[in-house]
Nanobody, 128 residues
């Protein structure tokens, strides 16, 4: 069974930092792109792309809203994907989801409907 398990969410003050982790298990991920998405609370909120990383080459992709503040990385030994979040702001408050899909690139990594694997999510709350 393929599983993605997120951890590391919590409550932090604006300007603070958090590091999210996603442990992937159940298969090899060499051909995969692993992404982080978020969904803010409230009606009508959609799942928003945050960042993604190509598992084998380490190429990274970011949403404009997090560039320069968030860093995605992966550890191919422990099968873990990280999202380091710095300079957090109230608008970063959301449930954060780890996701995986094969063969995504710079023009497709931001599209949530292309991801076949999803974790259960971890809540990040930033107080202003």
């Amino acid at each position: 069974q393929v599983l993605l398990a997120e951890s590391g969410g919590g409550l932090v003050q604006a300007g603070g930092s958090l590091r999210l982790s996603c442990v992937a298990s159940g298969r090899t991920f060499d051909a995969y792109t692993m992404g982080w998405f978020r969904q803010a609370p409230g009606p009508g909120k959609v799942r928003e792309f945050v960042a993604a990383v190509n598992w084998s080459q380490g190429k990274t992709y970011y949403a404009d809203s997090v560039k320069g503040r968030f860093t995605i990385s992966r550890d191919t030994v422990t099968n873990t994907v990280y999202l380091q979040m710095d300079s957090l702001a109230a608008e970063d408050t959301a449930a954060y989801f780890c996701a995986g899909a094969p063969f995504l690139g710079p023009t497709t990594a931001h599209l949530p409907w292309l991801y076949e694997l999803w974790g259960q999510g971890t809540q990040v709350t930033v107080s202003s």
